[in-house]
């Protein structure tokens, strides 16, 4: 059985990071393309971005409104994918998943609130 | 970055009747490589992450009803739902998989009338 796992999230002031991890299991994770989502309350989601599979050199793409703010990465020895976040503002408030689209793997998500 | 429009944000419904939502993406998403359409459809139920529903625009996911139905190409695109249901009742969302950044839809919400 497939499940993705979010932990990481909660409360962080302005300014501060924050790292998110999605722990993956039942499928080989390095063959598979690993994305993060997110979606503020009551709101569409967001794509963040996307790290590829190692027949693609793990590189990644982002979307701009977090380009350079956010990073994703992935520890392939222990099938985790990461969010590292940034200079983080209240608008990043949001449920944050992990997923992987092609074959609609969806971890369960994981709020992060940005307040002072 | 390619900009999902959808209409109509809400629509209240039903059960039996006939509903259809619309997306309109700001450039094709039509590859002349293979003529496919890389647009895909949502549905996301109250505290649930999304469900994928349809994908290249008219292909519906592993064990989604037959109720559901995917079409259009290029620009606009339709998601009908024929005799909705009660567990229909939720949040749709399109979404391109043509390019990055990959985009959503604002969204429609089915509601009960």
């Known amino acids: 059985e497939v499940k993705l796992l979010e932990s990481g999230g909660g409360l962080v002031q302005p300014g501060g990071s924050l790292r998110l991890s999605c722990a993956a299991s039942g499928f080989t994770f390095t063959d598979f393309y690993m994305s993060w989502i997110r979606q503020p309350p009551g709101k569409a989601p967001e794509w963040l971005g996307v790290i590829r599979n190692k027949a693609n050199g793990y590189t990644t793409e982002y979307n701009p409104s977090v380009k350079g703010r956010f990073t994703i990465s992935r520890d392939n020895t222990q099938n985790i994918l990461y969010l590292q976040m940034n200079t983080l503002r209240a608008e990043d408030t949001a449920i944050y998943y992990c997923a992987e689209l092609g074959f609609d793997y969806w971890g369960q998500g994981v709020m992060v609130t940005v307040s002072s | 970055d390619i900009v999902m429009t959808q209409s109509p944000s809400s629509l209240a419904v039903s059960a039996g009747e006939t509903v259809t939502i619309n997306c309109k993406s700001s450039q094709s998403l039509l590859s002349s490589g293979n003529q496919k359409n890389y647009l895909a459809w949502y549905q996301q139920k109250p505290g649930q992450s999304p469900k994928l529903l349809i994908y290249?625009?008219?292909t519906r996911e592993s064990g989604v009803p037959d109720r559901f139905i995917g079409s259009g190409s290029g620009t606009d695109f339709t998601l009908t739902i024929s005799s909705v249901q009660a567990e229909d009742l939720a949040d749709y969302y399109c979404q391109q998989h043509y390019s990055y950044p990959r985009t959503f839809g604002g969204g429609t919400k089915l509601e009960l009338k």
């Open positions: 290249l625009a008219s």
